[in-house]
């Protein structure tokens, strides 16, 4: 087995919103790529900002009020639900949209990943916001239960605190989304493979795979 040192370093960037199921199914599927490639790269994922509902005030909605809002009916949403129960089947994510009962304002969570340096870390901070959101169902607005939940990552507790109270960096957040905004990103999730393949959407694991082929030849020929 190869050495990391001897493997293609990979960067990805993935615009994303922790309240988003289809960037939780996304994150999977490219999970999945990766695997396959476990013996030739080393990914470097940077997990980006992006805001889906950031007029939410601060202690939340109805989370199913405020979908019904976004689909139409509550018809339309139940559907929706049981598509990507079925998805996350797939995927192993453990959907329980029933759980939920608000729909949060992400701009705090998203600052206090953003401050956390170690990527790895950032990435396991976002796997466990979206087990709290989807799979447990708990309350994101609640300051204790972030603190509570973040803990294994960020064990000075004053320190979320100082982020979120901090509006330079939640305007540095806010710009960020702006930026990527009007350079086309209207939804999420958004990835970037090798700084210059992007991809739009949960697509299947196959589109990854076929781009980091793509990529692995491109460095190979650069040899």
Same mark, same amino acid.
């Given at each position: 087995? @190869?050495?990391?040192?001897?493997?293609? #370093?990979?960067?990805?960037?993935?615009?994303? *919103? +922790?309240?988003?199921?289809?960037?939780?199914?996304?994150?999977?599927?490219?999970?999945?790529?990766?695997?396959?490639?476990?013996?030739?790269?080393?990914?470097?994922? @940077?997990?980006?900002?992006?805001?889906?509902?950031?007029?939410?005030? &601060?202690?939340?909605?109805?989370?199913? $009020?405020? #979908?019904?809002?976004?689909?139409?009916?509550?018809?339309?949403?139940?559907?929706?639900?049981?598509? #990507?129960?079925?998805?996350?089947?797939?995927?192993?994510?453990?959907?329980?949209? $029933?759980?939920?009962?608000?729909?949060?304002?992400?701009?705090?969570?998203?600052?206090?990943?953003?401050?956390?340096?170690?990527?790895?870390?950032?990435? &396991?901070?976002? $796997?466990?916001?979206?087990?709290?959101?989807?799979?447990?169902?708990? *309350?994101?607005?609640?300051?204790?239960?972030?603190?509570?939940?973040?803990?294994?990552?960020?064990?000075?507790?004053? +320190?979320? /605190?100082?982020?979120?109270?901090?509006?330079?960096?939640? *305007?540095?957040?806010?710009?960020?989304?702006?930026?990527? @905004?009007?350079?086309? +990103?209207?939804? +999420?999730?958004?990835?970037?493979?090798? /700084?210059?393949?992007?991809?739009?959407?949960?697509?299947?694991? &196959?589109?990854?795979?076929?781009?980091? @082929?793509?990529?692995?030849? $491109?460095?190979?020929?650069?040899?």
């Amino acid at each position: 087995m @190869r050495s990391d040192s001897e493997k293609t #370093l990979l960067p990805i960037e993935i615009i994303s *919103d +922790v309240v988003c199921p289809w960037c939780f199914v996304g994150k999977k599927k490219l999970e999945k790529a990766l695997e396959q490639f476990q013996d030739q790269i080393v990914p470097q994922i @940077r997990w980006r900002p992006f805001q889906l509902s950031p007029e939410i005030p &601060e202690s939340g909605v109805n989370y199913k $009020e405020h #979908l019904i809002q976004k689909f139409g009916s509550e018809r339309a949403l139940e559907g929706a639900w049981q598509k #990507l129960a079925n998805i996350g089947n797939e995927v192993g994510i453990d959907f329980h949209f $029933e759980k939920i009962e608000k729909a949060p304002n992400t701009i705090f969570l998203h600052a206090i990943a953003s401050q956390v340096e170690d990527l790895q870390k950032r990435s &396991e901070i976002v $796997e466990r916001l979206f087990i709290a959101h989807f799979t447990e169902g708990l *309350d994101l607005t609640d300051i204790n239960q972030i603190r509570d939940l973040l803990e294994p990552y960020v064990s000075n507790k004053g +320190v979320i /605190d100082t982020i979120i109270s901090n509006p330079q960096i939640l *305007d540095e957040i806010r710009q960020e989304i702006t930026y990527y @905004r009007q350079n086309g +990103v209207s939804g +999420v999730p958004f990835f970037i493979l090798g /700084d210059r393949y992007s991809v739009t959407g949960a697509q299947n694991t &196959e589109v990854f795979v076929d781009i980091i @082929r793509t990529i692995l030849s $491109e460095n190979s020929n650069l040899s």
